[in-house]
């Protein structure tokens, strides 16, 4: 079982900036497309970007120019750095692995103010 945990969430005004980092277990992680997605009370969880084990990126539209997904597979961590934040990101930020290592984190919450 893959195990994910998310960090870096927290309250920031708008235009501010946050990093979110998820660590994952398993020795298979150099290989894993890894994403992150959000979900907004009230609302269906949504993709938000994704890496591939070769580093390929892609981003939902809402966030392109602003958000940056990389990865370091020497510490077995994903990143998503968040720029330019605006009251619509507020989320709760989730970190996946894709299949076949499929498993979600527990989340962590991003609060933008206005």
């Known amino acids: 079982q893959v195990q994910l945990v998310e960090s870096g969430g927290g309250l920031v005004q708008a235009g501010g900036s946050l990093r979110l980092a998820c660590a994952a277990s398993?020795?298979?992680?150099?290989?894993?497309?890894m994403g992150w997605y959000r979900q907004a009370p009230g609302k269906q969880r949504d993709f938000v970007a994704a890496i591939t084990g070769s580093g390929n990126t892609s981003y939902a539209d809402s966030v392109k120019g602003r958000f940056t997904i990389s990865r370091d597979n020497a510490v077995t961590t994903v990143y998503l750095q968040m720029n330019s934040l605006k009251p619509e990101d507020t989320a709760v930020y989730y970190c996946?692995?894709?299949?076949?290592?499929?498993?979600w984190g527990q989340g962590t919450q991003v609060s933008v103010s206005s």
């Open positions: 398993g020795s298979t992680f150099s290989r894993r497309a």
């Open positions: 996946k692995s894709f299949p076949p290592f499929a498993s």
